[in-house]
T-cell receptor
Framework: AQKVTQAQTEISVVEKEDVTLDCVYETRDTTYYLFWYKQPPSGELVFLIRRNSFDEQNEISGRYSWNFQKSTSSFNFTITASQVVDSAVYFCALSEAVSSNDYKLSFGAGTTVTVRA | DADVTQTPRNRITKTGKRIMLECSQTKGHDRMYWYRQDPGLGLRLIYYSFDVKDINKGEISDGYSVSRQAQAKFSLSLESAIPNQTALYFC???????????FGSGTRLTVV
C-alpha cells in the first residue's frame, strides 16, 4: 500500500496565484517526520521543509507555508504568489522507523507544478 | 565538494551489460540508501544499509545488487541491464533518527 499519496498529478497556474499541494500519509508510528522536496528541471532534489510528528504548529517561511494535521494524516504545502521559478516536481515524503534509531524515507508520486508567466 | 557524490552523472549502456553506480558521502553517517525515480512513480527504495555490515532490500530490489565497501561508500550494480531499468537513480545518506537526509545529484541511466 502506498504510504504517501499525492492526489494531484499536475497543477498549472498563472504567476502570482497561490498553489496548494496535497499530501496524505499512512503510518502506525507515533514518531515520524514529514518532508517536502522540490525537483527542478535540472533534476536534483532540493529540501524545502520538515516537520516531526509531535509538532503540529503550522508555519510560514517566506512564500512557503504548510498545514500539518495528524487527525487527517495530511501535510499540505502552499506556495504563495507563485513565480515561474517555482515550476518543478514537488515530492512529499515520510520518514518512519525501521528500528529504534534507523529510519527510511518513502516518497509520494510527485506533483508537477507549472507556473505560467 | 558535495556531501554526497554520485558517479557517473549520466550513462548509456547496452542491454545485458553489467554496470555499477557509485556513491560516496562525507557526512560521516552510517545510513545510506539507493532510490530509483521513474516519471509518475516518485522515488522508490532499491536497497538500504544502516551500517557497513547491514544490507537490506527495499521495495524494488530485483535485478539490482549493492556493496557497502566502507562507511562512506555504497555502490549499486545492475548485473545484466535491461531497458526498463532506464531511470534516474539517487543515493542518499541520513543521520540517526531519520531527521535529515542528504541526496546526491543523481545518475541518469539509459539502457538501450
Amino acid at each position: 500500500a502506498q504510504k504517501v499519496t499525492q492526489a494531484q498529478t499536475e497543477i498549472s497556474v498563472v504567476e502570482k496565484e497561490d498553489v496548494t499541494l496535497d499530501c496524505v500519509y499512512e503510518t502506525r508510528d507515533t514518531t515520524y517526520y514529514l518532508f517536502w522536496y522540490k525537483q527542478p528541471p535540472s533534476g536534483e532534489l532540493v529540501f524545502l521543509i520538515r516537520r516531526n510528528s509531535f509538532d503540529e504548529q503550522n508555519e510560514i517561511s517566506g512564500r512557503y507555508s504548510w498545514n500539518f494535521q495528524k487527525s487527517t494524516s495530511s501535510f499540505n504545502f502552499t506556495i504563495t504568489a507563485s513565480q515561474v521559478v517555482d515550476s518543478a516536481v514537488y515530492f512529499c515524503a515520510l520518514s518512519e522507523a525501521v528500528s529504534s534509531n534507523d529510519y527510511k524515507l518513502s516518497f509520494g508520486a510527485g506533483t508537477t507544478v507549472t507556473v505560467r508567466a | 565538494d558535495a556531501d554526497v557524490t554520485q558517479t557517473p552523472r549520466n550513462r548509456i549502456t547496452k542491454t545485458g551489460k553489467r554496470i555499477m553506480l557509485e556513491c560516496s558521502q562525507t557526512k560521516g553517517h552510517d545510513r545510506m540508501y539507493w532510490y530509483r525515480q521513474d516519471p509518475g512513480l516518485g522515488l522508490r527504495l532499491i536497497y538500504y544499509s544502516f551500517d557497513v555490515k547491514d544490507i537490506n532490500k527495499g521495495e524494488i530490489s530485483d535485478g539490482y545488487s549493492v556493496s557497502r565497501q566502507a562507511q562512506a561508500k555504497f555502490s549499486l550494480s545492475l548485473e545484466s541491464a535491461i531497458p526498463n531499468q532506464t531511470a534516474l537513480y539517487f543515493c542518499a545518506t541520513s543521520d540517526p533518527g531519520g531527521y535529515g537526509y542528504t541526496f546526491g545529484s543523481g545518475t541518469r541511466l539509459t539502457v538501450v
